[in-house]
């Protein structure tokens, strides 16, 4: 019975705290272009391919449920250096090395895993771990 779950479609949306939230926002503007998506004082919304979104919240702005007429949003956060991998084609890996040099944005790793695939680290204001992945690693990526 454990097996006969609905499909999941895929990843939505993953969120990172700020302690700094224009900072922090401007940091992936400007090193990633990404598209944002909504801005408010509490969270900046960015498109991040796909139907992916980065969610970045004012930290602590998420941490107590939000009630309204439409339902409740349980309150959330994230604490600590929170991971999170974007996709990118392998042939762009050498633009995005590029890019982050240009730009003054320091690789805080960069590895070669053996079933394929490289990852470039680089870290956000808050220390939060951004990974940008090329195919290989995972069966299904």
Sequence with gaps: M???A???????????????????????????ALPVLLETPRLVAFDAGGASVLLVFQAGAAERDLTDERGTVPGHGSR??????????TDSLEAWRKRLAALGVPL????????????LYIDDPDGNVLELATPGLWANY
């Design 2 to 4: 454990m097996n006969d």
């Design 6 to 32: 609905p499909s999941i479609s895929g990843l939505l949306d993953t969120a990172v705290d700020a302690v700094d939230l224009a900072r922090t926002a401007a940091f992936y503007r400007r090193t990633l």
């Design 80 to 89: 600590g250096r929170v991971h999170f991998a974007l996709a990118i084609p």
């Design 108 to 119: 805080t790793g960069e590895y070669r895993w053996p079933r394929g695939g490289t990852r």
